[in-house]
């Protein structure tokens, strides 16, 4: 018990100063790091968002995921075993993170594993503490049985590498975002791309013959040869007859829209 309240006091970054169902605002510790943190034995930035706080409660640790960070002008902070009774009563920036709850870490036996869902909230005064690396592990990874195919690591989490259900990928509604040129093409023939290797060299272990059914439809062409070197890939298009007379479509100015000029 005695290592546990070290822990937690060694990690601890700031306290809980407001809580709601869907925001929680955490005080930064005028002590705590400033770019790198040193407290989990391992240096990582710190704050930055996206990143993941803990926050300690009787079920384990609320998940917290960074959505903001700025300095607020305050009083200055009153510090324990310090005597600052005689600074003049001036604005101090102190700097603030606004979390989004996400779930709660447990630890059953020696691993770490995260429940969906929050049952209690926070008090205002909680501590605040930063993960250390099992335990950002343990956030980000995919531990399901089926969770085979291999889809990239989170340089968010010791670049954790992550896993995911093929049959939960593709048996549900998908949808790849991303601005232009962020890869969304690339992702798109990835997912089919890994899928297929990690279920051969999983089925090549036990003699049975691939049986995958993949239909692209490509009118740009920007997947005709993405897949040549799987083996196996019919390749179908649409011709035309060189006697065929087409002419361009043409469409006024009026019918565009200010999202279509710009």
Known sequence: MSQEFDFIRNQTIGTVE????????????????????????????????????????????????????????????????????????????????????????????????????????????????IPSDGQLKAIVQNKEKNAKVKIGTAPLAANAPIFVDPDKLFGRHLAILGNTGSGKSCTAAGLIRWSLESAKKELNDNSRTLNSRFIILDPNGEYADSFDDLGGVKKFKVKISDDSVFQQLKVPTWMWNSYEWC
């Open 18 to 129: 407001f809580v709601s169902p869907k925001e929680i605002k955490v005080l930064v510790d005028p002590n705590s790091p400033y770019n790198t943190s040193l407290n989990t034995g391992m240096p990582q930035p710190f704050p930055r968002i996206n990143g993941y706080l803990l926050i300690p409660n009787e079920f384990g640790a609320l998940i917290g995921l960074i959505s903001w960070i700025g300095i607020e002008y305050s009083p200055y902070p009153k510090r324990k075993g310090f005597k600052d009774f005689d600074l003049i009563d001036l604005p101090f920036p102190l700097r603030k993170i606004s979390l989004t709850p996400v779930g709660i870490l447990k630890k059953r036996e020696n691993e770490y594993e995260i429940e969906r869902g929050i049952y209690t909230y926070p008090s205002v005064g909680d501590p605040v503490i």
